[in-house]
């Protein structure tokens, strides 16, 4: 296996961790805001893909599945209209994909933490847990998915604030540059 594919660059890292941490700031700034805009942004997500997937038959004359295709359009389009007009049941729902966001940014994290064994055990070990507190974030939103909107916003700014913090300090345990074969 290419040891590069784990591989992580200084500078990816280090603008990994300013997003989050930036990501974290405005969440703590703005909590009302913040849930109202991932309401909007994931609903206007969804009504997108529908239609995208509503067009694909029109543009794609070579795919297989029109009609389904078209179908599933409707019914993202349908459904991203549906979680615009309740705000609430949106959250539910945004809260549960981030779970999952989550968990597989948790078991990735691990994965690097585990196997690029080119870095130093701190950088290496900085990954593993904050592959750990993505998995516990996670698993909480999902056994949790309804939780209040002020403590989702709430631990999702701290776990990106403190995330984004390790990734910054996890980014200085990276030589300046990598060799690549």
Known sequence: MDSNVVSVSRSSLLLRGLANVIFGAI????????????VI????NIILIGAMELFKPFVDKNTNHSIL???LG?????????LLGRPELTVGVLSLVIAFWAVLFGISDLFVGFTDSKTSGGYRFLFIIAGV???MFGGYLIFYPVVTIVSFVWI???????TGAMYIVGSFFIPKSKSKK
């Open 27 to 38: 969440v703590f700034s703005w909590p009302g805001m913040t849930v109202y805009l991932l």
């Open 41 to 44: 942004i994931f609903a206007i």
């Open 69 to 71: 295709t078209f179908l």
């Open 74 to 82: 409707l019914l993202g389009m349908v459904v991203g209209f549906y």
């Open 133 to 135: 507190l993505s998995l």
């Open 156 to 162: 999702l700014g701290l776990y990106a604030v403190i």
